[in-house]
């Protein structure tokens, strides 16, 4: 876009920025004081010549301090020490107990004392207090400090830092926006479209003499800057991607919550009710609230759990021997895993027509209490996948796990045994990642325990996974870190420049 196209679509308070830094840098809050325009107009307008490259902006912090309501207080009256000073010096006579001061309570004439003390300005002769006068007049010094009018950081460290810790004066930080023309912008003032002498804000008394007024006129055919914001962020394309590609290899998605009962998400999956994944550390709770949860259901995995089950295949699983508490099973948890909802599917399901094969999938978020770090965060995409057919084995398990991890375009992966309450045997599945330089957990994968399908009367074998998708966005991207995806420490340039390859769809 060349100069004077932008020049045509700037409005009266982007012209005012160019006008008011014409000579010299501004502060966009002075501008504000010495226009009358608001300042979250100008600040949008301040953002808007910035993407024009007609401004630069910088930011600056001003640090000043200030009388807090306290502060105030005793700036009038003097700090209490001084005044409960002035009385025991004033009286002659003071005592601990007949010490009365206006303005102030009990408890500050006490704490007054307790720095008079402190500070060897006061000793008890038997019942009298007596004050040394050379400290008195420190202290009124000091006292008076408080009543500037303002200045404040000219006190030195130490007094500063006493008030401070008294709560009497208080820090304060603004941030500023310090404004400057750039080489284009400064070209502009020798061009006419600049002029501002033409109306293009619609107000009542614009309207009531239109008559008299030229109107700026529309520029149609000019294409206003294309705005970086307001795009789609990466993972939600991600996820796109991934439903599409897990539903071309026959899976359908299932519907599910975040709040679940530890039920879905524990007993039923054979978790010892004493897993340490159960605790606080590890899952976050919801409080009060009851889950719904049909008592005969309870019933069969708290009999499994117990003392086993036999169908002439498994005889001899014996069950954890452990009594079950069916009182934690209604607690409400924010999901620890999407296994959880393939639980209920198995359930809703599976169970009702057990002669049908079945493919579900879902993606979703899961919660756990963890401390972010490169490879953790609290809250993160599970990409869940059940398969239910006849003769189901690992093998179908490792070949579902490559095939997809092969439509990501991740093709070196691995699989290492590893130990699941539910699933026997059970496979995590590994990623090699080059920023990091090792392998990476990416996924866990199994065949549901003949225990966690007993209660439904399930003789298949069922495989099922869990993947993680942040660690496998963050792989293909080549970040080290996933933290700059998300919150606080996401790095937003690398959001926006996210490049539109065949992964991300949805992205253009
Ligand atoms: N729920 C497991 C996890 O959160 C993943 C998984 C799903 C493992 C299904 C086995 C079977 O890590």
């Avoid at 303002?150 to 006190?155: A, E």
């Avoid at 070209?187 to 008394?205: G, I, M, R």
């Avoid at 959880?340 to 978020?365: E, G």
């Amino acid at each position: 876009m060349d100069l004077i196209d932008k020049l045509k679509i700037l409005n009266d308070t982007d012209r005012a920025i160019l006008f008011a830094v014409r000579d010299n840098k501004s502060y966009l809050d002075e501008i504000s004081e010495a226009s009358g325009i608001n300042l979250t107009s100008l600040s949008n307008s301040s953002r808007k010549l910035m993407e024009l490259g007609l401004i630069k902006t910088m930011h600056k912090v001003d640090i000043s301090y200030r009388l807090t309501e306290t502060g105030r207080r005793y700036a009038q009256s003097g700090l209490p020490e001084y005044i409960v000073g002035k009385f025991i010096s004033e009286t002659g006579k003071a005592s601990f107990n007949n010490i009365k001061v206006q303005g102030l309570d009990q408890k500050e004439i006490n704490a007054a004392l307790g720095i008079l003390k402190k500070i060897k300005a006061i000793r008890y002769d038997n019942d009298a207090i007596k004050i040394d006068k050379e400290i008195l007049s420190k202290i009124e010094q000091k006292s008076s400090l408080l009543n500037r009018t303002k200045d404040y950081d000219d006190l030195d460290q130490e007094e500063l830092s006493e008030f401070m810790n008294r709560k009497l004066i208080e820090r304060e930080e603004k941030t500023r926006t310090l404004i400057e023309t750039t080489e284009e912008g400064r070209k502009a003032y020798n061009l006419k479209e600049l002029s501002t002498n033409k109306v293009d804000n619609l107000t009542p008394d614009v309207i009531k003499n239109w008559e008299n007024i030229e109107f700026r006129e529309y520029q149609l055919d000019s294409k206003p800057p294309m705005p970086v914001y307001g795009k789609k962020h990466i993972t939600k394309c991600f996820i796109s991607r991934i439903r599409d590609i897990l539903v071309s290899m026959g899976f359908s998605e299932m519907q599910s919550g975040y709040v679940e009962a530890a039920f879905w998400n524990f007993d039923v999956m054979m978790f010892r009710q004493d897993h340490p994944d159960r605790d606080i550390q590890d899952t976050l709770y919801v409080e009060g609230g009851k889950a719904d949860i049909k008592k005969d259901l309870i019933s069969s995995v708290k009999k499994v759990y117990e003392t086993g089950f036999s169908d002439g295949r498994y005889n001899k699983s014996l069950g954890y021997g452990l009594r079950f508490d069916e009182k934690k099973s209604y607690q409400l948890i924010m999901r620890g895993h999407t296994t959880a909802t393939t639980f209920r599917y198995i359930a809703d399901v599976i169970s009702k027509d057990k002669d049908k094969p079945y493919k579900f999938f879902s993606v979703s978020k899961v919660f756990r209490n963890e401390t972010p770090d490169a490879t953790h965060l609290p809250e993160f995409y599970q990409i869940e996948g059940v398969v239910y057919d006849d003769d189901l084995s690992v093998a179908d398990l490792i070949s579902y796990s490559k095939e997809f991890y092969k439509r990501m375009g991740i093709e070196n992966i691995r699989f290492k045994p590893t130990y699941n309450p539910y699933t026997e045997p059970s496979l995590e599945i590994q990623a090699y990642s080059t920023e990091l330089d090792r392998w990476i957990e990416v996924g866990n994968s199994g065949v549901f325990r003949q225990e966690t399908l007993a209660p439904f009367g399930i003789k298949k074998n069922i495989i099922a996974w869990g993947f993680g998708l942040d660690r496998m966005l963050a792989l293909i991207l080549g970040l080290s870190d996933i933290r700059v995806l998300y919150g606080a420490f996401s790095d937003i340039d690398i959001l926006r420049s996210v490049p539109t390859n065949k992964i991300f769809k949805g992205l253009d």
